[in-house]
C-alpha cells in the first residue's frame, strides 16, 4: 500500500547537506510519507549518506542525468496520490506537511500548493524570507505565477493526477526546468499559496545553478518559457500577453548577454525577438542599435555607461550592460 505523500529527493554531489535535508523531513509532524532520493552519479560520499537511511528511504542510484530526469526518475518509482519536492541542499520545517496536504485532500480542483521560504546565504547568520507581491489565491494564478516566479520548489506539493495531466519534469532543460512545469501546472490547475515560511533554501557555493555557465541558465530561460507557450494552447489572452512579456524580458536578457560578450550577430536575434514580442521594449531596441556599431565604439560606450566615479573607461567593467 502506498503511503499518502510521495517526498522526492535528488541527490548530486550534496555529502554535506543531504542527512540535514533528510532529517528535517523525518522531523515532519505529518507521517504518512514515504521518501524517494535518487543519486544523480554524485562522485562524493553521497551514496554512504543515502546508504545510512536504507531502512526509512527507497533510493536508486544512476548515472549523471541532471535534476528533471532525476526527479521524473523517483516519480516514476513512487506511486502516492500527492508528491513534495526537496532539494537536498535545502530543508523544510516541521510542519509543512501537515499545513499542506489538507488543502489538496479538502479541495480536489487544487494541482499544486506552495508557500513562502526562508533563503539562507552561505556564511550569513541571518535567513530572509523570499517574499512576493500580493498573491491571490486560491485560484488560476498563471499570470502571478509568470510575473512574479512565487512557486519555489523546496515548498511544492503536487497532486499526482496533475503530473499525469501536464507531464513530468522536461529533460531537455538543464535549468528552469521546476519554472517550465509550475507554468504547465499554473495552465490548467487552480493553485493554492500559503503565506507562511514552511521550507529553507540554502544558497551556497558549487549547487548546481551556480555552476552552470551564465549563457547555458539564460538559454535554457528561454526554452523554458517557449516550451511552455507551445504546449498550454488553453491560455486566455491575459495569460498569454503575460507570458510574451516574459518572453521578451528573459530573450533580452539573452541578448544583451551576447551583446556584451561581443557576440553581435547572435544578440541582434535575441534582442529583435524581445521587439517581436514587446515592440514598446526601448532598452532592447537601444542595445539593437548599439549592436551595429563598430567595436571599438561599442567598448567605449560601454566604458562609460559602467564607469565608476574616478575610473577611467578602459579599467571599468562592459558586461554590465547585461545586467537588466
Not at 37 to 61: H, I, K, M, N, Q
Not at 104 to 128: F, M, N, R, W, Y
Not at 258 to 279: D, F, N, W
Request: hydrophobic share 40%.
Amino acid at each position: 500500500m502506498h503511503s499518502e505523500v510521495s517526498v522526492i529527493v535528488p541527490c548530486y554531489n550534496v555529502e554535506r547537506y543531504l542527512k540535514r535535508a533528510l532529517d528535517s523531513v523525518f522531523a515532519q509532524t505529518y507521517n504518512n510519507f514515504r521518501v524517494y532520493p535518487v543519486d544523480d552519479g554524485s562522485t562524493d560520499g553521497t551514496l554512504r549518506v543515502l546508504e545510512t537511511y536504507a531502512d526509512r528511504c527507497c533510493f536508486v542510484s544512476q548515472p549523471h542525468a541532471g535534476p528533471a530526469a532525476v526527479r521524473n526518475r523517483a516519480i516514476q518509482m513512487s506511486g502516492s496520490p500527492f508528491v513534495a519536492f526537496l532539494d537536498a541542499d535545502d530543508e523544510w520545517l516541521p510542519e509543512k506537511l501537515e499545513r499542506q496536504i489538507p488543502l489538496l485532500k479538502q479541495d480536489p480542483t487544487l494541482g499544486l500548493v506552495c508557500s513562502l521560504c526562508a533563503i539562507h546565504e552561505a556564511g550569513s547568520d541571518t535567513s530572509p524570507t523570499f517574499t512576493t507581491g500580493d498573491v491571490p489565491g486560491p485560484g488560476r494564478l498563471f499570470e502571478q505565477s509568470v510575473r512574479e516566479g512565487f512557486v519555489h520548489t523546496p515548498t511544492v506539493v503536487v497532486r499526482r493526477r496533475c503530473l499525469d495531466d501536464v507531464g513530468l519534469f522536461n529533460e531537455s532543460l538543464a535549468v528552469s526546468e521546476d519554472r517550465n512545469l509550475w507554468l504547465r501546472i499554473a495552465a490548467r490547475w487552480r493553485i493554492a499559496f500559503l503565506p507562511e515560511v514552511l521550507a529553507i533554501v540554502h544558497k551556497r557555493p558549487g549547487s548546481l545553478s551556480v555552476s552552470i555557465p551564465v549563457e547555458e541558465r539564460l538559454r535554457n530561460g528561454v526554452a523554458a518559457l517557449e516550451h511552455v507557450e507551445s504546449s498550454c494552447p488553453e491560455l486566455s489572452a491575459a495569460e498569454a500577453r503575460a507570458l510574451r512579456m516574459a518572453l521578451a524580458e528573459r530573450l533580452y536578457c539573452y541578448g544583451s548577454f551576447l551583446l556584451s560578450s561581443g557576440v553581435k550577430e547572435a544578440s541582434r536575434g535575441k534582442l529583435a525577438s524581445t521587439l517581436t514580442l514587446q515592440p514598446t521594449h526601448w532598452r532592447a531596441f537601444a542595445k539593437l542599435v548599439l549592436s551595429f556599431l563598430p567595436t571599438q565604439a561599442y567598448d567605449f560606450l560601454a566604458a562609460l555607461k559602467t564607469k565608476p566615479a574616478g575610473v577611467s573607461p578602459s579599467k571599468s567593467n562592459p558586461t554590465m550592460l547585461a545586467e537588466k
